[in-house]
């Protein structure tokens, strides 16, 4: 599965910004999709995670701190994955990466090694 991650920008704090991440080739095999952000100087770490049984959502799960703030959301038809980011802070600075995986134990979605496909990375700067 190849994965194109797009819509990153610069915005002030308190405002939104919504990024996606567009799939292809096998995409029907790969039912979990996430989203991972790398801050400068720091490791990557999981943001949001959706997983899909081919007919409903399975789980949803967000880190502790973007809870309540953003939303993740796929559309099957365009094989597409977005993240909604609301009431944006400076520390939500980073660059966000997707990835996608044909099924995970939801005991290590926020491991990085268990995804078998990344997309390259949008970058997301939050003014003060």
């Known amino acids: 599965v190849q994965l194109q991650a797009s819509g990153g920008g610069l915005v002030q704090a308190g405002g939104s910004l919504n990024i996606s991440c567009a799939a292809s080739?096998?995409?029907?095999?790969?039912?979990?999709m996430a989203w991972f952000r790398q801050a400068p100087g720091q490791e990557r770490e999981f943001v949001a995670i959706i997983n899909w049984d081919g007919r409903r959502i399975v789980y949803v799960y967000y880190e502790d701190s973007v809870q309540d703030r953003f939303t993740i959301s796929r559309d099957n038809a365009k094989n597409t994955v977005y993240l909604h980011m609301n009431n944006l802070k400076p520390e939500d600075t980073a660059v966000y990466s997707c990835a996608s995986a044909p099924s995970l134990d939801p005991n290590y979605f926020r491991r990085d090694d268990v995804y078998s496909d990344w997309g390259q990375g949008t970058l997301v700067t939050v003014s003060s």
């Open positions: 080739g096998r995409t029907l095999s790969h039912n979990v």
